[in-house]
T-cell receptor, first 112, second 113 residues
Framework: GENVEQHPSTLSVQEGDSAVIKCTYS??????FPWYKQELGKRPQLIID?????GEKKDQRIAVTLNKTAKHFSLHITETQPEDSAVYFC???????????FGTGTRLTIIP | DGGITQSPKYLFRKEGQNVTLSCEQN?????MYWYRQDPGQGLRLIYY???????QKGDIAEGYSVSREKKESFPLTVTSAQKNPTAFYLC????????????FGSGTRLTVV
């Protein structure tokens, strides 16, 4: 089955700087890669996703890049703000399998 | 709650009791999922269901049971066989086909007393 590894597990960034979280996946048939943000005690919420026919997608300060050859994808947050502090999860879905496989999460802390 | 409702928000269980967590969605999603999250940990899949009257075990199904009698509902029972049930339980739903993410409920925090 699919295996998703996520790094780093914790990340501290000065407010205004950029943050990058990386994930690798094992199944070359995976074709959908969402990212979720979970604030303390709250539910995970989808913040951005990318499909395998696209190399990069941006939404204001958030971007995701996908390298199918290397089987890795990354979340980029620019001009970080205190409200970006949360746990971020990456995930991958394999074609023909409805389940998402989640990474282990990255706790992002923005230092004011 | 964005179309998927979990209840109760907080639940206390005595030793040896079974408790049932409710999950209802009005998003017309085919598939529903239950995850367990321990403090500072990731999401572990308990059970999932892709169609009514059918469900599959996830990675940590022991001590849990589910039913899927209606498309909108996927209740989770935490049985007395689950020896360490204290955790945050998240329900999610999605369309069965196509590349779409999950919509999560707001969670139930279960504590053994």
């Amino acid at each position: 089955g699919e295996n998703v590894e996520q790094h780093p597990s914790t990340l501290s960034v000065q407010e205004g700087d950029s943050a990058v979280i990386k994930c690798t996946y094992s199944d070359s048939a995976s074709n959908y890669f969402p990212w979720y943000k979970q604030e303390l005690g709250k539910r995970p919420q989808l913040i951005i996703d990318i499909r395998s026919n696209v190399g990069e997608k941006k939404d204001q300060r958030i971007a995701v890049t996908l390298n199918k050859t290397a089987k890795h994808f990354s979340l980029h947050i620019t001009e970080t703000q205190p409200e970006d502090s949360a746990v971020y999860f990456c995930a991958a879905k394999t074609a023909g399998n409805e389940k998402l496989t989640f990474g282990t999460g990255t706790r992002l802390t923005i230092i004011p | 709650d964005g179309g998927i409702t979990q209840s109760p928000k907080y639940l206390f269980r005595k030793e040896g009791q079974n408790v049932t967590l409710s999950c209802e969605q009005n998003l017309n999603h085919d598939a529903m999922y239950w995850y367990r999250q321990d403090p500072g940990q990731g999401l572990r899949l308990i059970y999932y269901s892709q169609i009514v009257n059918d469900f599959q075990k996830g990675d940590i199904a022991e001590g849990y049971s589910v039913s899927r009698e209606k498309k909108e509902s996927f209740p989770l029972t935490v049985t007395s066989a689950q020896k360490n049930p204290t955790a945050f339980y998240l329900c999610a739903s999605s369309f069965r086909t196509g590349n779409y993410g999950y919509t999560f409920g707001s969670g139930t925090r279960l504590t053994v007393v």
